[in-house]
């Protein structure tokens, strides 16, 4: 067997083969703080996310999104319950399950290039000629094959995005996570980001969780939206949008995407006044209230 191909078993990186996993929630709960001052985050949370879709969470700012995120990707632990990828228990984080971040987390005085091959080079799982060629397949991929020797700083805000997308991908993860990654663009590359990852989602399915608070990105995305509760968080509704594939932007108009927002709504408007009562501030009320809806 060619070393290039044994590298690529190893890493688990063989090409474009999409890893259509399963994560199962059950029952998770996660609070912080000491025995006589905590604070329940997450409370018996069960909820599934299947293979080879997009789910998307959405939920009141601070109610437990990126704590849950978090628990997916290993980086913390339940307190009770547990989280299953593909039957097996997470315990930490792994390769399997990549996430990308509002903040960016390129290294600076790295070239996008040497950013991409960071991970793989530094585990040495993926080498010489495989690892090259596959980052360069991913920096086109993503569009930045002109811009592999720029630092972070001379790119874009979408274009550094996608350069931590590539990065993230080199991996070949059996599920993306993606917590609120297009936060803070203005709102002309967020939209363009919307549809470059649209797009990059539609050519192979690999599952996706998709983490915002915005309704209009969720429906435009989503196969399914996970709506949360106020902290602590729980599932209060599972909506599946039936919109066709590949995506439009003229399907936000249509009437099932309307159903969609006005369900998704109401529930985020009740949940962000019950916050007010509790003296909570709630950017989600000011933005509701802001919608005009
Ligand atoms: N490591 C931690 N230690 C203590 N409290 C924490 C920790 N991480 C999160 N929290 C608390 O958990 C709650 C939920 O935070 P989290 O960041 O998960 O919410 P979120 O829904 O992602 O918010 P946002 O919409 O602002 O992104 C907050 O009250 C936060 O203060
Ligand atoms: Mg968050």
């Known amino acids: 067997m060619a ?58 700012s601070g109610c437990g999104k990126s704590t849950l995120v978090n628990l997916i990707a290993g980086f913390e632990k339940p307190d009770s319950g547990e989280i299953l990828l593909d039957g097996s228990k997470v315990k930490g984080p792994a390769r399997d399950r990549m996430v990308v971040f509002q903040e960016t987390a390129l290294i600076p005085w790295q070239t996008t290039y040497q950013n991409i091959v960071f991970g793989p080079k530094l585990r040495g799982d993926l080498k010489g000629k495989a690892l090259r060629s596959e980052a360069e397949r991913l920096l086109d991929k993503v569009g930045l094959g002109e811009f592999k020797n720029k630092y972070p700083l001379q790119l874009s805000g979408g274009m550094q995005r996608r350069a931590e997308l590539a990065r993230a991908l080199i991996n070949n993860p059996r599920i993306m996570i993606m917590d609120e990654p297009f936060r803070g663009l203005d709102a002309m590359s967020r939209g363009l980001m919307q549809e470059f990852f649209l797009r990059l989602f539609e050519e192979n399915r690999r599952t996706n969780l998709f983490v915002t608070s915005e309704i209009d990105e969720a429906i435009f995305l989503a196969d399914r939206i996970i709506v949360l509760s106020n902290r602590p968080a729980q599932v209060r509704k599972v909506i599946e949008v039936n919109l066709p594939r590949p995506r439009d932007y003229k399907m936000l108009s249509s009437e099932e995407a309307y159903a969609i927002k006005r369900d998704a709504m109401e ?18 009320a000011e933005a509701y209230a802001k919608s005009g809806q």
């Open 3 to 60: 070393q290039d191909t044994i590298d690529a078993e190893i890493s688990g990186t063989q090409g474009d083969t999409p890893g259509q996993s399963k994560v199962e929630i059950r029952q998770v709960s996660k609070a912080y703080g000491d025995e006589w001052a905590s604070e329940s985050v997450i409370e018996s949370l069960s909820v599934e996310i299947m293979p080879g879709e997009l789910t998307v969470i959405v939920g009141p």
């Open 267 to 284: 529930i985020l408007h009740e949940e962000a006044m019950k916050s007010f009562k509790s003296g909570t501030k709630s950017d989600f």
